[in-house]
């Protein structure tokens, strides 16, 4: 009986430890700390046309600058020349 209380002592202490360990490697290396995420707040550029922001991925790149769609490219180097 008492070996197995020492047993028991000895796997306890153990289940702590490798829940310390596991804890420690996971606050030195959080796995959402990458400076590459995917959802990083995107560039906001104005549309020269109606002024309506977007994000720089989604506008469209004319001569002058950029647009929130193709007609307003259009629209705006129509009424440029
Ligand atoms: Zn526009």
């Not at 959402?32 to 991925?57: F, Q, W």
Request: aromatic share 6%; charged share 20%.
């Amino acid at each position: 009986m008492k070996y197995l209380l020492v047993l028991a002592v000895v796997l306890i202490a153990f289940y702590i430890w490798r829940n310390n360990r596991l804890t420690d490697r996971s606050d030195a290396a959080p796995p959402k700390a990458s400076p590459r995420k995917p959802n990083t707040p995107a560039i906001m550029v104005a549309c020269l046309e109606c002024g309506t922001h977007l994000p720089d991925t989604e506008a469209v790149r004319g001569r002058d600058g950029v647009y929130c769609s193709l007609e307003h490219q259009r629209q705006h180097e129509a009424n440029a020349h």
